[in-house]
């Protein structure tokens, strides 16, 4: 019946209800509240990484005025990607800065604006364009907190999207996981949800180092569900920890950025087969979470680590090597294996970049072999 009348009827048996029910006495406030709370609940909710990483942006602008955005189309134009859409509205020109395309210079005056006290976030259109800015990132903002003996932090977040996009080719597709994370000074991280973005790069703004915030295209659009802590404006999640994004006890597979994804279907097919895997998502490169590694192998006596990167010299090698020199090794049951990007650089041909990526299939074959089955 209730629901049948029209809204001036039902505002006025609402409060018929609430005035009946506020001449009870004391615990009529108490009865209102246990009525209505299912209704003021925050509920989890679908959230893409894009919006992740535009809300944890806008929170850190709000909580700390020294915070401020720039990059190429930041502004105006919402950023390439639509990341920044509405932060140069709510905050104008002295916050979120347009640049030229001259990547060299403002990295350098953001690095100039951290030594003085600032906390910058510089955005780059692809970070196959920061190495334009090596020597600001390396030179300047890595090593100088160090060379002034703890005196001089450099607070400063370098982000965009890193690695492997649908047909862009060589020179705007290759990943920099390896080649930031090997530098002392810096901090590397490499989200895959939209939880990860959020927590993560709130965590980075804060930092008293220098960060290098690794996107990627691919997942900009993607969604997940965020759950309710994380909606909250004090969550954070700590730089060097990994996750367990699926617990299993026959393999680890260990990865970062869009390929957990890629790990996450791999394993899905597996389990079919009664194979479980478990996979972590390492969410930061340097520092790297071996402990959370070391204490998957244990239980898996398997290792396989994927990335989309390249294999010399990569984020897998890494891993594997710090395996084979701790406690680790003495848990394997079979050599650790990597499963990377193919040793080239990419090409443009769709079917030729799908074959240089790491795909499920390449993923759930490595898997098999070393199990034998």
Known sequence: MHNSLDPRQRTQSNMAYLRSILRSGKNAVPAVLRRE???????????????????????????????FLLGEEVALFEGAYKVTRGLWKKYGDK???????????????????????????VEYMSFNFSMQSVDHIINSAAKTYYMSGGLQ???????????????VAAQHAQCFAAWYGHVPGLKVVSPWSAEDAKGLLKSAIRDDNPVVFLENEIMYGVPFEMSEESQSKDFLIPIGKAKIERK?????????????????????????????????NLRTIRPMDM??????????????????????????????????????????????????????PMPYAKLLEENTLPQIKDIVFSVKKMLNV
Request: proline share 5%; net charge negative; with cysteine.
């Open 248 to 280: 299993g006890n026959h393999v680890t597979l260990v990865s970062h950025s869009h390929v957990v994804s890629r790990c996450m279907d791999a394993a899905a097919v597996l389990a079919k087969d009664g194979i479980e895997c478990e996979v972590i």
């Open 37 to 67: 709370f299912h209704r003021t609940l925050q509920a989890a909710m679908q959230v893409t990484v894009r919006d992740a990483i535009k809300e944890a942006m806008d929170e850190e602008l709000e909580r700390d005025e020294r915070v």
């Open 95 to 121: 916050r979120i800065i347009d640049t030229p395309i001259a990547e060299i210079g403002f990295t350098g005056i953001a690095v100039g604006a951290a030594m003085a006290g600032l906390r910058p976030v």
């Open 291 to 344: 402990e959370a590694i070391e204490t998957s192998v244990l239980k898996t006596k398997h290792l396989i680590t994927v990335e989309g990167g390249w294999p010399q010299f990569g984020v897998g090698g890494e891993i594997l090597a710090r395996i084979m020199e701790g406690p680790g090794f003495g848990y394997l049951n079979a050599p650790a294996v990597r499963v990377t990007g193919v040793d080239i």
């Open 153 to 167: 932090p450099v607070s400063i977040v370098f982000r965009g999207p890193n690695g492997a996009a649908p047909g």
